[in-house]
């Protein structure tokens, strides 16, 4: 009698733990920028509907299924002229794929905040038989966001060139005019500028 009330109760406060868990990981979840690409996709709307359909043990399934979505997957897109796979967690920002993992510095490091453009990159998505880009914050942007589409960096906007890449005529404007400043922004308003003319009619 003793031992099956203390199996009920130490079930009792299994399940309550795991419930706090698995709130605690939601919450995770959809406090980081990954909350934003799980949004676009019907998998958490299918997942919990099946999870509420389960008699017993939704709870820890539900944990199972927020560690899935923290550590990401493994998927392909275009970076620059080359094709990618990647197995990262998809709440990773852009900027730190970029520079701690593929060493493209180009993109700089600011405000992490979406506020200064340093960091700006190119992201191009399909609209209908074209690529539309348009010009994005890096440290804003999860790597889940670049499932299927094409990332393009400072690094590939130079035309090849005979001694290596050469200008492009945005830069080469910049250079002409004198526009450069310091320097560390540069960068980001050639991205900005690219998008804009490529946005245009």
């Known amino acids: 009698m003793r031992s099956a009330r203390a199996g009920r109760s130490f079930f009792k406060s299994l399940t309550e733990a795991l419930r706090t868990a698995c709130m605690v990981l939601m919450l995770i979840a959809g406090s980081t920028v990954l909350g934003h690409f799980l949004a676009v996709t019907r998998i958490p709307m299918i997942a919990s509907e099946w999870v509420v359909a389960l008699?017993?043990?939704?709870?820890l399934i539900m944990v199972f299924i927020a560690f899935i979505y923290l550590l990401g997957g493994s998927f392909l897109f275009l970076l620059n002229d080359a094709e990618e796979q990647i197995t990262l967690p998809s709440g990773l920002a852009v900027l730190d794929l970029l520079r701690r993992e593929r060493r493209l510095t180009g993109s700089r490091e600011g405000c992490r905040e979406g506020d200064c453009g340093a960091c700006l990159v190119l992201l191009g998505e399909p609209a209908g038989r074209a690529l539309?880009?348009?010009?994005?914050n890096s440290?804003?942007?999860p790597v889940g966001e670049l499932a299927g589409r094409h990332?393009?960096?400072?690094?590939?906007l130079n035309p090849p060139g005979l001694a290596g890449p050469?200008?492009?005529?945005i830069?080469?404007?910049f250079v002409d005019e004198g526009a450069t400043q310091c320097?560390?922004?540069?960068?980001?308003?050639i991205v900005a500028l690219t998008g804009h003319f490529l946005a245009g009619p």
């Open 55 to 59: 008699p017993v043990n939704r709870h």
């Open 132 to 136: 539309r880009y348009r010009a994005v």
């Open 139 to 141: 440290c804003l942007l």
């Open 151 to 156: 990332l393009v960096t400072i690094e590939g």
């Open 166 to 169: 050469a200008l492009n005529a």
């Open 171 to 173: 830069q080469q404007s």
């Open 183 to 189: 320097g560390f922004c540069t960068p980001g308003f």
